[in-house]
């Protein structure tokens, strides 16, 4: 099957080439040559021109966007003049559900079709494959099963659910259309707010696991610190490293993420070359509001937001007022740092 | 190598059976001849009186207890006097790590080690192998490294970890020794802790993709109720088992609790079967304890605790304070439940 | 000074009798003459369509809306074509900040003014008078000053802040000008944010002195139930009431809220009247909705709407997928209540 | 009425001068005759070896202890030869209720009274009055109720809780014995607890005043980026200061804690004085500790405990494996600071 690929990066890129070697025909568009040559070189076709649209692929057309979400918007208009009626966008990158919304009102009345899909996989998608989240019109969406099944990774080695049988379904494979446009992104919005949470709740439990040791450090005496009971409890020093591996096998909390972990821990181990300023890309604050708007509790999934924003002084201000509340009720004055 | 086992629940069965199929030969404790038989029947030993511990096994003896936490300090002094100096007494349960170091003080004295020995597998352990965490004397948990490494999963299928080279480290084979007494016990309770925010995040995720809907719903238009801004965007209703299901295959989240969602939902996708009130068995309230002792922030680790509480109605009357409120300021009477 | 009411609520009421105390002309407003009686009584003017807002006040008119945010944008539709260049909207009610900026774009082609105005006192403000958080254009703002000057409470009986001399400052007086159209409504919404944490932090610390007999109770001793270490820290039988009462004195924690909680309590200290199902409405989301989109870490106020939610068993599903996988994993079935 | 204290304190200190004011007779204890002086000079009798203690008050002797909690049992050994059945000592300082357990039980043999009282006023308790949590035997909590009469704020100019009549309660003069040994100091172990939450509750809410004006700001544009959707949302530039003295007035969420933060804010609006490390001085902690124990949830006032934790860098490394994480598995490198 034939498909245009727009947006090039780290995703993109690697999105091309595994479906180049599932056998599909790849048209990567970008303004300079250069950056499309890798990929020619592995079999795709290249356009610099978004006009070229039109010659580059067959009706009905299908254009892949892998680009930032705050930029689908413009793009999908300087798209319009070089699509037809029965065209349809696939906006595969991190847009916000009611965005594809607002683009599939857009586009309906010009005959062009909306495909949202939520991709999974980042740098490791090329070799394991795009979990792929999609919502669309249905006859659309059906006429890209190719696409969907050789991006995804495939039922794999891991074991079938117990009671499923026959057939494998597309959910099983790795894809799932799961409702009209927009439920894509929603899907993925949620998957990536618990996402959040989970990076969250195994950072915390190993920022714990180094803690256990503080019994052996002095601390002061006074009425400006509070006092630890018992040190004789936290006398520990663990091998955090080897723990995030041991986890990995035949305990409750194996998972990805954790294969992730020990390897970071692995490699090094005091995490030094990171400052702990935790970025957040969007899909974690979109699921936050849907949970408020929809009356919906997500304490941990918005902890694990607002953690991240703390990691950037943003919730520097308050602690100021903090500190100046003690001062105020009770003379209190700041600690130095240690 | 022999081992003697006492208690024959759920959990300790099950590790008598594997340790069998490893070839060890295992003593196995209980009054009522009836609930040693179908391990008898599999090849293990039965005793039916502390007493025989001492002729039942060669010194030094290793008794390994799989028993509930508040049952192991009043087990522990029926033992001794059965036991002589070298023997080792295993906790294997979901001990307090605090407890250990009590525990090992009370034995010290006498000659008997005590080695703890976090558990992680559940129902699963059996077929799939016990992820052990061990804290105790090193000469002491090395003489019984068989019975760990026939307990482990063993490295398996999993890959390894990136720049891991060489023979296996027994973390890599899932058991580890994680420091002195008390150690084992730690790890396993910040593991459990990680398992509460874990489970968490899940169910906060997949009950927001289950309110992606509420747009449907008609709202009440008063100054009670907050208004949905946009019902255009919560119309959606979501196939929750196979989001499950597409999940476990190369997405970001993927995990062994996925899997088990995967499997619950699958089965029951109401979960009518289960009312919401989370029962929780004591290493999430430790692992919040020790967070608070140790000054470590852990709001997740918390916050899924708390959940639970509040599932089983521990809230209830705080919410109460909360309508008196609002009545008190504002006139505001309660809306009725739906 | 001449101004129109439309909105004889609870709040909207109350506030015309104030105006009319303080010697202001109110023309009240509503279809049904039955409603707007009671006023007319205390001295207000009473017109029954809105056509007749031209002729009832003089230029510059001054129209107050006391209505639900919800109502404001309809209403405002229908005012438009009975109001001139020059005339002004005083939108009092708790609406939107976000709504205000739209609805003044609207009004802003046709010469009228949008004023916003967060409103608090509740129930009260008719005998303590209302703090109001005012956004709007300088000009509009000032000529309502004998408006704002009337309904709020004045510096009355409390200390001046240590530093401050001169002429009282508005804010003094309670009522301030915050910024241009909608700074008063954003204001207002935190406030509401803030509201909703006090009053959480005050519903858990009550609801943890009446646990504080817990150790009383008897616990069953099961892998299932996380054991009280110690039952004889938990004896105690605490007289909240009298507790709130005490804390109104010299402590720490001394608020209007408590005072409230305080009467709550003496009236019915089980506050059986209450089932606990926690209303919201649109204040304290739209506070963390903005928390959110601004990066600002806001877990309490976050929090504190979540557990109004949880409250009306909005997580119930949630809890639900825990207690399956607890079966899952382990083999748990859920206890029943207790 | 005589008695003794020790610990002189800011706390301590001005608690003798209320009582002396009072016309009660006070006996000051510091080895160093240079910090007895000035109170010496106010009316107070010093001496300077606990074994004075014996000849400088008449029995019933009382002794108030004004010192850290750490130090409180050291204290007690020294105390207790100098001691008669039939004395009492009251522990006015922040000590855990549990520690008051032991302390009773350690001198129930000893005939000599434990009485806890928490105090809050900290530093503005010389002229307002200290609100007192009284736990104890009722018959020495009744003789020393002149004592806390004097140091409590009294009935002052607060309004009657409604339904209330009759005579005062002590309750309603700023003391209260909440119940026997230990309850005192739990029921003001909870206070601070609340007081943690309601300081985070306001600073959260001011923080987020702050963060009005994001919009203005220019913000990248890329994949690491959470783009803000609607700069033209926030615009505001708000008066901080003028807004926490407009609160003081009329609104529901006045308190004292407000009242401070006005002070704070005009005295110093950006804050600058102050880093935002703060401390947490112990029942903070036991609170949450407590909220575990019994199963009550309490997320906020553990919340706000973590935020604290969190702005003295006890997060960090929780956020280093963030950062780390996303690396893995996003190939995302921190964004610089800014």
């Not at 991709?119 to 249905?138: A, H, K, Q």
């Not at 439990?205 to 450090?217: D, E, K, Q, T, V």
């Not at 992730?260 to 821990?265: N, R, V």
């Not at 509790?297 to 903090?322: D, I, K």
Request: charged share 20%; proline share 7%.
């Amino acid at each position: 099957m034939q498909i245009g690929m727009i947006g090039l990066g780290r995703m993109g890129a690697n999105m091309v080439r595994r479906l180049l070697r599932a056998g599909h025909q790849c048209v990567v568009y970008h303004r300079d040559p250069a950056k499309t040559q890798p990929l020619v070189d592995e079999g795709a076709t290249a356009i610099h021109d978004l006009a070229a649209w039109r010659t580059a692929l067959p009706p009905p057309r299908h254009v892949w966007l892998m680009i930032p979400a705050a930029a689908v918007g413009e793009l999908i208009e300087s798209l319009i003049p070089h699509l037809e009626p029965g065209d349809a966008i696939i906006d595969g990158g991190n847009s916000h559900y009611r965005d594809d919304l607002a683009h599939a009102e857009r586009l309906r009345p010009l005959g062009i079709h909306l495909v949202d899909c939520g991709t999974s996989g980042g740098v490791w998608g090329l070799e394991r494959g795009y979990c792929l989240m999609i919502g669309g019109d249905p006859e659309v969406v059906a006429r890209l099963d190719p696409i969907f099944a050789a991006l995804a990774p495939g039922a794999g080695s891991i074991p079938r659910t117990a009671g499923r049988s026959g057939p494998l379904s597309t959910a099983e494979q790795g894809y799932l259309h799961c409702g009209p446009v927009g439920a894509g992104h929603f899907v993925k919005m949620v998957h990536n707010g618990i996402e959040y949470a989970l990076m969250g709740a195994y950072a915390e439990g190993f920022n714990l696991l180094r803690h256990a040791g503080i019994g052996r450090a002095e601390r002061p005496r006074d009425a400006e610190t509070a006092p630890l009971a018992h040190p004789e409890h936290y006398q520990y020093e663990l091998p955090l490293a080897e723990i995030a591996e041991l986890w990995r096998r035949g305990s409750v909390i194996a998972s990805w993420l954790l294969d992730l972990t020990a390897q970071a821990l692995y490699a090094d181990p005091a995490l030094d070359r990171f400052a702990g300023r935790v970025a957040d890309s969007g899909e974690g604050r979109w699921t936050a509001l849907a949970a408020i708007e929809s009356s919906t509790p997500a304490p941990l999934l918005t902890t694990a937001l607002y953690e991240r924003f703390s990691s950037r002084g943003e919730g520097t201000f308050a602690n100021q007022l903090l500190s100046a509340l003690r001062y105020q009720f009770g003379g209190h004055r700041e600690q130095q740092g240690g």
